[in-house]
């Protein structure tokens, strides 16, 4: 699919030079192929965690079981993760390595902040990647092995999210042929949603439940106990 958009969109694009238009479309393949599939990576958790919560508190008077996670397709996706953050990584090394293949003039086009949000991304992106080796989170406690994946992954989508939107946007700018829709724009829709998704679920939903529950569960004090009696013990 990105390798088509990527046909249509650099059909007759003038701001590269011919010999330099394969790297620029391999680039933009690679580009977005990589931020895809970190997408995918977590995106099946938030939308567990969305099911879990309609069964829970919506379909629980109808005795429904929630059946969504013993599912084989959304088992094979959570055993797939680690070769989604692989994948993922491989792709952003291409990307890097065809975008360097794609400036003859480095004095040109060269922005600080797409290239600051780049490498910072493919930081992370490596350091997620190496959690998910089974050498490194055999000797990983539970709490570090779930504060790299839970929190540091989507960090490293946000991240690259601001790398796509910097990029597209200052291409959008500079460029000759004014292209709105092309592929770096379309690559942004899936990251969005899953970010949109998870701040959603996490940022909303489960605050909401933790204090419906705190509710429910702190003592109460009812206005009999409130009532302090007269101490008669001292009286003849």
Sequence with gaps: ICFILSLFENTNNK?????????????????STSITLLSLLFFIRPIIELIDFIYSFILKKQNKKNDVPRLMFVQRWLQSRRY??????????LHLIFLLFSKNDFKQHIFFLPVFFGLFTLILLCILSFVYFPWISEHLLWREYHLLTA???????????IHVYISWKYDYYYAYHKHLFNLKFLSMFLPLIVLLLSFIIYGVIHPIIKLIQ???????TTKTSAITTKDTSLLP
């Design 151 to 161: 929190y540091l992954g989507p960090f490293c989508l946000l991240i690259a999210f």
């Design 15 to 31: 701001d590269y030079h011919h010999s330099n238009l394969t790297y620029y479309q391999a680039s933009s393949i690679t580009g």
């Design 84 to 93: 989604l953050a692989w994948y993922s990584l491989t792709f952003a090394f």
């Design 214 to 220: 705190w509710n429910r569960s702190r003592p109460r």
